[in-house]
């Protein structure tokens, strides 16, 4: 580890890794059994979530907490030999983010009433990594004030995928010189609305990124979802408790049960990100992620010789080790599996989700 200035772990920080998920707009790769942040998705020879922890090690080494499902349990400690026992928490069922982040929350509070937690999803992409960190450094110092921290991403254009947070006023805060007061959160736009919303320079992406003191979470919570926070704090109390209490939740994202609420109340910042983030969202953003193997052609687990290529563009992703020839095919995608073969085109990966609907709906749940 590195020992300029700014490189050491951070004192009483504590990563927590959501990884939840079906990542369903990448099937047939991505499924219920085997989500996309166990998936090696860049060619980097790391899955998305051990990139995750890559991340996040140098800024608080082994204080890390994974929550994921059940049945996804042995595969993430599998993926990280390192992440200590205790420090993988596994949800009897899903009950959406503010439950998973919050159960993470509650336990580490129990285990110092200090701690700040950092929460970054398992599945995203982010180049940049130290401008990533020296965010990071900036959400601690703004969160050890008592503020729920998020960081937003600076947009790229009007997406209307993702939601937009909303910055006002600087705030003067030792050792973050670009915080910002929080004046909303706001959903998914039209396009119009996001363009507009770009135009005004106080819009930024909402990548789901949150700092805050444990404490600070739980009680914000308590005032928000006292049922929920109730629950939670009952569970770190006496984990035994977690099959009877868990379905009791309440299944809230935590952008609405306390990002939201918090905003309203002035109690909400964000550092704005300035590094590259990609929250691989269909074959669309995948390969854009991708460089070109040959022309045109972006490749995913096989090799660029597999693939044979006339007149045409696009992404091909395999695991059955099949020779794929494509011919007068213009952005095309193609994604083979032992089992199941999607051919589309970027322009509609982000109907593939429908296509996952359909299999539920006609009892072929083995596919998803």
């Known amino acids: 580890m590195s020992d300029e200035p700014g490189s050491a ?3 009483g920080l504590y990563a927590v890794i959501p990884a939840g998920g079906a990542g369903t707009r990448l099937w047939p790769l991505s499924r219920a059994s085997s989500p996309k942040f166990l998936h090696d998705l860049t060619g980097s020879g790391r899955s998305l979530l051990q990139a995750t922890w890559d991340r996040l090690a140098p800024l608080c080494g082994t204080n890390v907490v994974v929550v994921t499902g059940e049945p996804h349990r042995a595969a993430v400690a599998a993926q990280l030999p390192q992440l200590p026992f205790d420090a993988l928490l596994a949800e ?3 009950r959406d983010s503010a439950a998973a982040i919050g159960l993470a929350a509650a336990v580490l509070e129990r285990r110092d009433p200090d701690a700040v937690v950092a929460s970054f999803a398992a ?8 401008r990533f960190a020296a965010c990071v450094r900036e959400a601690v110092a703004v969160a050890r004030a008592g503020y729920v921290v998020t960081i937003g991403i600076e947009p790229t254009h009007p997406a209307t995928g993702f939601g937009y947070i909303q910055a006002g006023s600087p705030l003067e805060v030792a050792g973050a010189p670009r915080a ?3 004046r909303s959160f706001v959903e998914k736009p039209d396009e119009a609305t996001a363009a507009a919303y770009l135009a005004t320079g106080e819009y930024r992406w909402n990548a789901g990124m949150f700092v805050v003191r444990a404490s600070v979470l739980l009680d914000l919570l308590a005032a928000y979802q006292p049922t929920l ?3 939670l704090r009952a569970i770190a109390a ?6 009877e209490v868990w379905p009791t939740l309440t299944r809230i994202a935590i952008d609405h049960a306390l990002a939201e609420p918090a905003a309203r109340d002035g109690q909400v910042a964000v ?4 590094f590259g983030w990609d929250d691989v969202g269909d074959f669309a953003s995948l390969a854009g992620l991708l460089p070109k193997a040959v022309d045109d052609l972006r490749v995913l687990g096989t090799r660029a010789e597999d693939v044979l290529l006339r007149d045409s563009s ?5 695991s059955t080790g099949r020779t794929v020839a494509l011919l007068g095919l213009e952005d095309v995608v193609v994604v083979d599996t032992p089992d199941a073969l999607l051919v589309t085109t970027r322009a509609r990966a982000q109907e593939v989700k429908a296509v996952v609907d359909r299999l539920k709906e006609s009892g072929r749940t083995e596919l998803t």
Do not use: F, K, N
């Open 9 to 11: 772990p951070i004192e």
């Open 92 to 94: 009897p069922s899903p």
């Open 123 to 130: 599945d995203h992409v982010i180049v940049g990594e130290d």
């Open 180 to 182: 910002l007061s929080v």
């Open 229 to 231: 926070a109730a629950g």
């Open 238 to 243: 006496d984990p035994a408790r977690l099959p």
């Open 271 to 274: 550092i704005p990100g300035d």
């Open 314 to 318: 696009g992404l091909v992703v395999s």
